[in-house]
C-alpha cells in the first residue's frame, strides 16, 4: 500500500525523494556520488558536494544534513589526499549551511566521493521535474559542455583560462539559483548532470507530460567545449545519453553532428533547468544575473504534445 506521506519517489526520476513530515514540513533526501574530475582532492571534494547537494535545491529545499561516502585506495594514496577531499566537501557543506555528521568508508581501487544530503521543503512550496506546464519558458542558470573539457584537459588542449571558468561553475552552490527562483512563479525544475542537457529535459518533458523545445542558438556553453567536439574529443556517457532520448528528439536544424553533442554532454554539478511562467522569466533571468547567475538564460520554451512519441524538439 503506497504511503500518502511520500510526495515523490522514484516514478519519475526526479532528482530526489520527499517525504511528508507535518502540514507544513516534508524531508528530501538524495544521494550522489562521482569519481575525480581534476587532480586536486580539495577542488574535488568541492565538486562532488555541491554535485550532491543540488538535488535538494532542484527540489525547492534547504540543505541540512550530510553523510560522506568515500571509496579510497589507502594502499595507492596517501591520507592526507582523503582529509584534502573531506576539506573540500566541507568548504561547500558549510557554504550551504548544512553540517557534516558523519558517513562511511570502504577500500577501493579508485577514489569515489559523494554525500547522501537530507533537506528541509515545504510540502505546498517544493519543485519536481512533472511540474512543466505549456506556455512556461525555459531557463537554465549556468552554462554546459563541462564533460567534454575535462577529457580534452587530459590531452592538454583546454586553455587553463577556460578549464579555471569551468571549475568556478562546478564550485559554485545552487543555493542563489535556487533561493532567486523561490521568488518567482517556477513549476518545475530539475537540475542538469550525468544524462546531459537532452537527457535530463527529456525526463522532465516524460514526467510533465509536454514537448520541450530547445534553442541551439540559445544554450549557454562553457568556453572551448564546442571547438573541444570539434576537434574530435567526446565522452564515454555521450553515446548513452544519445540512446536514452533518440527516440523522442526531433532535430530541426542543420547543426554539424560534432555540434549537437554537446546536448548529450555530461554535467558534473550543472545549473537548474526551470520551468517559470512567461510573463515572469525575463524578470527572473535578470534577478538571477543581478544575484551572480551571469550566464543564466533563456533557451526554450514548454508546449503541448504534438507527435506522439516526440518530447524533446531541438530548433
Not at 506521506?5 to 517525504?19: E, I, M
Not at 510573463?279 to 538564460?297: N, Q, W
Amino acid at each position: 500500500m503506497a504511503d500518502p506521506n511520500l510526495l515523490v519517489g522514484f516514478n519519475t526520476s526526479d532528482d530526489a525523494g520527499v517525504y511528508r513530515l507535518s502540514d507544513d514540513m516534508a524531508l528530501v533526501c538524495t544521494a550522489d556520488f562521482i569519481t575525480p574530475p581534476v587532480n586536486d582532492p580539495f577542488v574535488y571534494g568541492q565538486i562532488a558536494a555541491a554535485n550532491a547537494i543540488s538535488d535538494v535545491y532542484a527540489m525547492g529545499g534547504r540543505p541540512l544534513t550530510c553523510l560522506n561516502l568515500v571509496a579510497f585506495p589507502s594502499s595507492k594514496l596517501a591520507p592526507e589526499v582523503l582529509h584534502q577531499i573531506v576539506a573540500g566537501a566541507m568548504d561547500k557543506i558549510t557554504e550551504a549551511g548544512a553540517v557534516l555528521v558523519g558517513g562511511h568508508t570502504i577500500e577501493d581501487d579508485e577514489p569515489k566521493f559523494g554525500l547522501a544530503v537530507n533537506g528541509l521543503v515545504h510540502p505546498d512550496k517544493l519543485w519536481t521535474n512533472a511540474g512543466a506546464r505549456p506556455g512556461d519558458v525555459l531557463v537554465l542558470t549556468k552554462p554546459i559542455g563541462s564533460g567534454v573539457l575535462f577529457n580534452a584537459n587530459i590531452k592538454n588542449w583546454v586553455s587553463e583560462d577556460a578549464l579555471a571558468e569551468c571549475i568556478a561553475h562546478l564550485t559554485t552552490l545552487n543555493r542563489v539559483a535556487c533561493e532567486t527562483m523561490q521568488r518567482f512563479a517556477v513549476h518545475g525544475v530539475t537540475d542538469v548532470t550525468g544524462f546531459g542537457l537532452a537527457g535530463h529535459s527529456y525526463e522532465v518533458a516524460r514526467a510533465s507530460g509536454v514537448l520541450l523545445q530547445l534553442n541551439m542558438d540559445r544554450l549557454p556553453v562553457m568556453r572551448e567545449a564546442l571547438e573541444m567536439y570539434r576537434r574530435g574529443v567526446n565522452t564515454g556517457v555521450n553515446p548513452h545519453n544519445r540512446r536514452m532520448v533518440q527516440d523522442y528528439i526531433q532535430m530541426n536544424g542543420d547543426w554539424p553532428a560534432w555540434h549537437r553533442e554537446i546536448i548529450y554532454d555530461p554535467q558534473t554539478s550543472g545549473g537548474l533547468l526551470a520551468a517559470v511562467a512567461r510573463e515572469e522569466a525575463d524578470d527572473l533571468v535578470d534577478a538571477l544575473r543581478a544575484a551572480g547567475a551571469a550566464h543564466a538564460c533563456r533557451m526554450g520554451e514548454v508546449m503541448p504534445l504534438e507527435k506522439r512519441g516526440t518530447l524533446l524538439r531541438i530548433v
